[in-house]
């Protein structure tokens, strides 16, 4: 089984401030992608990678940076928080060849 | 680009009826089309996908059907258990998009007892 961490579970900022929520995982899948669950408006791609090195805009990517330095690592920032980014963020990774996505854990983000 | 409609938002049924949820998606280029649930406080599982080469799938009480022609996808779920209460999404996705997978809104299906 795929295993995928993300890091904090849970995380209140303030309108402003900055902050990098971390996916990893643990065996050695190439692509992984960024998630935000809003009420009635399902998952939203953020941003996603297809290898190390590379990252790709989704459908909503304004507000945030991703890198992937180091191929088990995904990271995404937020350099000044919003209040429309409180969120439940979820971290995915392609398991296979044949497109399924296996998600991380999530983190509940709140901007005050 | 791809947009997923989802219908209906919720949809409560007595336990041991089927719940059918239904998904319309834009884009005639998608091909792979997976089916999500999700319990409260926990992440989106996969449940079940279907390709468009073919136009029916089945997992024990839960299938899948496909209508490339009118570009409809269908979550049927049979002898339904308290267990079904959750949120199921659909999605779908193309092989050139690098796996982008597109959501619906999701339905919050209730299992009544």
């Known amino acids: 089984n795929a295993g995928v961490t993300q890091t904090p579970k849970f995380r209140v900022l303030k309108t402003g401030q900055s902050m990098t929520l971390l996916c990893a995982q643990d065996?050695?899948?190439?692509?992984m992608y960024w998630y935000r669950q809003d009420p009635g408006m399902g998952l939203r791609l953020i941003h996603y990678?297809?290898?190390?090195?590379?990252?790709a805009k989704g459908e909503v990517p304004d507000g945030y940076n991703v890198s992937r330095l180091k191929k088990q690592n995904f990271l995404l920032g937020l350099e000044s928080a919003a209040p429309s980014q409180t969120s439940v963020y979820f971290c995915?990774?392609?398991?296979?060849?044949?497109?399924?996505?296996?998600f991380g854990p999530g983190t509940r983000l709140t901007v005050l | 680009g791809e947009n997923v409609e989802q219908h209906p938002s919720t949809l409560s049924v007595q336990e041991g009826d089927s719940a059918v949820i239904k998904c319309t998606y834009s884009?005639?280029?998608?091909?792979?089309f997976p089916w999500y649930k999700q319990e409260l406080g926990k992440r989106p599982q996969l449940i079940i996908d279907?390709?468009?080469?073919?136009g029916e799938k089945k997992d024990q009480r839960i299938a899948v059907t496909l209508n490339k022609t009118a570009k409809h996808f269908s979550l049927h779920i049979t002898e339904t258990q308290p267990e079904d209460s959750a949120v199921y999404f659909c999605?779908?996705?193309?092989?050139?998009?690098?796996?982008?997978?597109?959501f619906g809104s999701g339905t919050r299906l209730s299992i009544r007892p």
């Open positions: 990678s297809v290898g190390e090195g590379t990252t």
């Open positions: 999605a779908a996705s193309k092989d050139s998009s690098a796996s982008k997978i597109i």
């Open positions: 884009d005639s280029a998608s091909n792979y």
């Open positions: 065996m050695n899948h190439e692509y």
């Open positions: 995915a990774i392609r398991t296979g060849a044949q497109d399924e996505q296996f």
């Open positions: 279907i390709r468009s080469n073919v």
